[in-house]
């Protein structure tokens, strides 16, 4: 049987948001201003009200400036596209992110295209993901972002690893792709359509795992010793959360391995700290 290391994602993004913490008091220093982070949350989604709470407090136990706005779940899209058109214009807002998912009425696609893609810390704007593909300077979309960050504090390097990313979503799948493929890893994108899922996701000496489908990834489709990331956050009927992967059967084979819930989800909004970060030190370069 396989040791497996467990990657601890709450301790990768305690030390993740303390570094951001530090640099933000340089910034205070240096420019005397504080990064800031608008959130805007349509309608009353249980689970987007959560997330936009839990982003605000870890945004302000960095050090930097959150800012809330909540509309109603009425709210037509001309009105919210108005409201960031006022955030890409005010000076003491660094990042813009509009929780999705949003009301019918508005399309979301207009909504991101809408947002400064200086200010985008979602990673979503059509020029920062074409800027990722290319090799540019981009904003990238924060849960890809945390994976890779989990691989490299793990693995060191990861040029020349055999990678499957399983799933294609233009939030986890895409970007992961691109991501791994600019570390130099040989990459395959793996999804619904793929004629033998299990041999794929074998070959893989790193596997990803973001199909929103809980424990899908049998144990026999990991090869021995490899490194698994599961991106899945599943709530069973009995209220159990489990990932896409199939975590017991995983121990026995895989050489280290993101829990759920402790591994990629705690990464998720340190990266979307790093991306404000960024994007304020940017603006005033």
């Keep these: 049987m396989v040791e497996t290391r467990l990657i601890d994602g709450k301790a990768a993004a305690a030390a993740l948001r303390a570094r951001i913490a530090a640099a933000a008091t340089e910034i205070k220093v240096r420019h005397g201003i504080v990064p800031g982070l608008a959130a805007v949350l349509v309608g009353d989604d249980p689970a987007s009200d959560v997330y936009v709470r839990s982003k605000a407090k870890a945004t302000r136990e960095a050090g930097l400036a959150s800012v809330e706005h909540r509309l109603p779940a009425a709210t037509g899209e001309a009105e919210l596209l108005r409201l960031v058109a006022s955030l890409n214009a005010d000076p003491a807002i660094d990042g813009i992110l509009v929780q999705l998912p949003l009301p019918p009425q508005i399309e ?9 893609p200086a200010k985008d810390v979602d990673g979503f704007h059509p020029q920062n993901v074409g800027r990722l593909w290319s090799g540019g300077t981009a904003l990238v979309p924060c849960t890809p972002y945390g994976c890779l960050m989990l691989l490299r504090e793990t693995l060191g390097g990861i040029a020349g690893a055999e990678a499957v990313v ?12 691109a991501l791994l ?6 990459v395959t994108i793996a999804h619904s359509r793929t004629r033998d899922l299990p041999a794929e996701c074998r070959r893989a000496e790193v596997l990803v795992a ?3 489908r809980p424990e899908m990834v049998r144990g026999a489709w990991i090869a021995p010793g490899a490194t698994v990331i ?3 956050i599943n709530r069973l009927p009995d209220g159990r959360l489990v990932g896409d992967v199939a975590y017991a059967e995983a ?7 993101t829990p759920v819930p402790g591994g990629v989800g705690p990464m998720t909004i340190a990266c979307l ?9 940017a603006r005033r370069r």
């Design 181 to 186: 493929t600019a570390a130099d890893a040989t």
């Design 166 to 177: 399983l799933g294609r979503s233009n939030i986890v799948g895409k970007p992961m792709a």
């Design 273 to 281: 700290l790093e991306n404000t970060l960024r994007a304020a030190e």
């Design 108 to 116: 979301p696609q207009r909504v991101i295209e809408a947002i400064d």
């Design 230 to 232: 599961d991106v899945g």
């Design 251 to 257: 121990l026995a084979v895989a050489g280290a391995i």
């Design 210 to 212: 973001a199909v929103g």
